[in-house]
């Protein structure tokens, strides 16, 4: 019994020991991560107060770091309380808003050369898809920004943001079959035509 004693003993200040060592390296990098957290979290925050609606992030923690996860609380009332972003709660216009703004708050805290989203304005009301498309613009434009690529099979007429010089739009088109009539497919007299009008609006 003395030497089980002792060996249980061991394992304990085995394990001490290790724990020490474990909460001397996790300290400092829970402390980043929650810095990390505050800021994202403020800026969610305004990005939602954009669309009247309200955003937030929660952290929760598990015994395992690998159980760890953040989630995105969102309302889209005022009288609302925040709910934890999911599909059997939120519209799917909803989810998107939400993920869009959630995407612009973090992306400062990941540096890449370039960022692509595909079709994110699906499913959103036009006031909405206007108001994440200011956001994008004004997010991703001006010096030191990463390249941004949205990707979509449809734009709403009279996006303002786009009027901006870091901004360039691509229209791609499969072939002159898929028009009746391809000859008035004619992109230099579509941008003439608007910078004419936009000439005159502001004579």
């Excluded at 309302?75 to 999911?86: I, N, S, V, Y």
Aim: net charge negative.
């Amino acid at each position: 019994i003395e030497q089980l004693e002792s060996e249980i003993a061991d394992m304990q200040a085995h394990f001490a020991e290790k724990q020490a060592k474990f909460d001397e390296l996790r300290d400092p990098w829970e402390v980043t991560l929650n810095e990390a957290i505050d800021g994202m979290r403020d800026k969610f925050g305004l990005f939602m107060q954009d669309l009247s609606a309200g955003g937030g992030l929660e952290l929760k923690k598990a015994n395992s770091l690998s159980h760890w996860g953040l989630e995105i609380m969102v309302r889209f009332r005022e009288t609302a309380r925040l709910e934890k972003l999911q599909a059997s709660v939120q519209s799917g216009g909803e989810r998107s808003v939400s993920t869009i703004m959630y995407l612009m708050a973090m992306q400062d805290m990941m540096p890449s050369p370039f960022r692509m989203v595909d079709e994110i304005n699906q499913g959103m009301d036009e006031r909405n898809e206007r108001l994440v498309f200011k956001r994008i613009v004004e997010c991703t434009t001006g010096a030191d920004r990463p390249q941004y690529w949205l990707i979509t099979p449809k734009l709403l007429e009279g996006l303002t943001a786009m009027d901006n010089p870091d901004v360039t739009a691509l229209v791609v088109m499969n072939g002159p079959w898929n028009l009746k009539r391809p000859q008035d497919w004619d992109l230099d007299s579509f941008v003439s035509k608007k910078k004419r009008l936009a000439a005159q609006a502001t004579a």
